[in-house]
């Protein structure tokens, strides 16, 4: 489990009534240091190697931080769900580039 879902679990654990009465009082502190934390976390740069389509030259290697890498993924899934839920799409092979259903 990444460390990110596990200090998000154990944030919504320990919010929880039921374990509410079993955590020793401790000022309030757990929930800050466990923010800094997963800013920490997702502010940690990584690098892909990225195979670039088309190229002979192989792949090319792209630096960011967790948090632009999952904004990244997540702009790709909705462009590839947004082409994928269309009725209809433009060609201009077709018959004088009409819509193709």
């Known amino acids: 489990m990444p460390v990110g879902l596990a ?19 401790t000022g309030g502190n757990d929930g800050v240091a466990a923010q800094k934390a997963y800013d920490d976390y997702m502010n940690e740069k990584v690098c892909e190697s990225i ?3 088309g190229s002979r030259l192989g792949s090319r290697r792209f630096c960011a931080t967790r948090a632009e890498w999952a904004a ?30």
Do not use: E, N, W
Not at 7 to 22: D, I, W
Not at 75 to 99: E, F
């Open 51 to 53: 195979t670039v389509t």
């Open 7 to 25: 200090l998000m679990f154990a944030a919504s654990v320990a919010g929880s009534p039921a374990t509410a009465a079993a955590q020793p009082v």
């Open 72 to 101: 990244r993924r997540l702009q790709d899934r909705q462009a590839i769900d947004s082409l994928q839920t269309r009725l209809c799409s433009y060609t201009h092979s077709g018959a004088a580039g009409k819509p193709a259903c």
